[in-house]
């Protein structure tokens, strides 16, 4: 099965950027899914398609994607976005792949 | 408004079984493929099976590969996860998740425990 791989915890300072990155294989195929989670919350799509942004999400979210990489960029993090982030593909077979989560923390 | 609401959740002792359902609403389900993700305390996102629009076609994760069985009944517009010889690490919050192109859209999950 594919995997995607993350870093574990990322921190930021106020209003400065932060850059979350997501490795995998299905990532050459497919286009990354980011997610974000807040404590005892369902988790909510905040780049989906590799760059696009769904309606009510801040533009300080954006993503990219290189080869086998995908990247979740926060432009001026705000003390709300801090949060477990998780990237996402699909891969041939329809099935879903996550990676293992990045947690952000603004200080 | 898309509603997605999971029920079934509880108590289960190690070995015992649970059907989880999820009650869908606001889109036309039978147009859409759905999942199960699950998410252990404390842990990350795993997904763990997905079905086709008509219910023709399924697959599982390796970890719940033969003691799950997932089903959709369309008219009913309700989603479900047949969860047989339970374990411990199944403990989780199981979501219900709808794929549009490739994204997933959630409901508010709901809580499996497998304990003595």
């Known amino acids: 099965s594919s995997e995607l791989t993350q870093d574990p915890a990322v921190s930021v300072a106020l209003g400065q950027t932060v850059r979350i990155t997501c490795q995998g294989d299905?990532?050459?195929?497919?286009?990354a899914n980011w997610y974000q989670q807040k404590p005892g919350q369902a988790p909510v799509v905040v780049i989906y398609?590799?760059?696009n942004r769904p309606s009510g999400i801040p533009d300080r979210f954006s993503g990219s994607s290189s080869g086998n990489t995908a990247s979740l960029t926060i432009t001026g993090a705000q003390a709300e976005d801090e949060a477990d982030y998780y990237c996402?593909?699909?891969?041939?077979?329809?099935?879903?792949?996550f990676g293992g989560g990045t947690k952000v923390t603004v200080l | 408004e898309v509603q997605l609401v999971e029920s079934g959740g509880g108590l289960v002792q190690p070995g015992g079984s649970l059907r989880l359902s999820c009650a869908a609403s606001?889109?036309?389900?039978?147009?859409?493929?759905m999942h199960w993700v699950r998410q252990a305390p404390g842990k990350g996102l795993v997904w763990v099976s997905r079905?086709?629009?008509?219910?023709?076609?399924?697959s599982y994760a390796d970890s719940v590969e033969g003691r799950v069985t997932i089903s959709r009944d369309n008219a009913k517009n309700t989603l479900y996860l047949q969860m047989n010889s339970l374990r411990a690490e199944d403990t989780a919050v199981y979501y219900c998740?709808?794929?549009?192109?490739?994204?997933?859209?959630w409901g508010q999950g709901t809580l499996v425990t497998v304990s003595s």
């Open positions: 998740t709808r794929d549009i192109a490739a994204t997933l859209e």
């Open positions: 299905s990532l050459r195929n497919y286009y």
């Open positions: 996402n593909s699909r891969d041939r077979s329809g099935n879903h792949v």
């Open positions: 079905i086709n629009n008509d219910g023709s076609s399924t």
């Open positions: 606001g889109f036309t389900f039978s147009h859409y493929w």
């Open positions: 398609g590799k760059t």
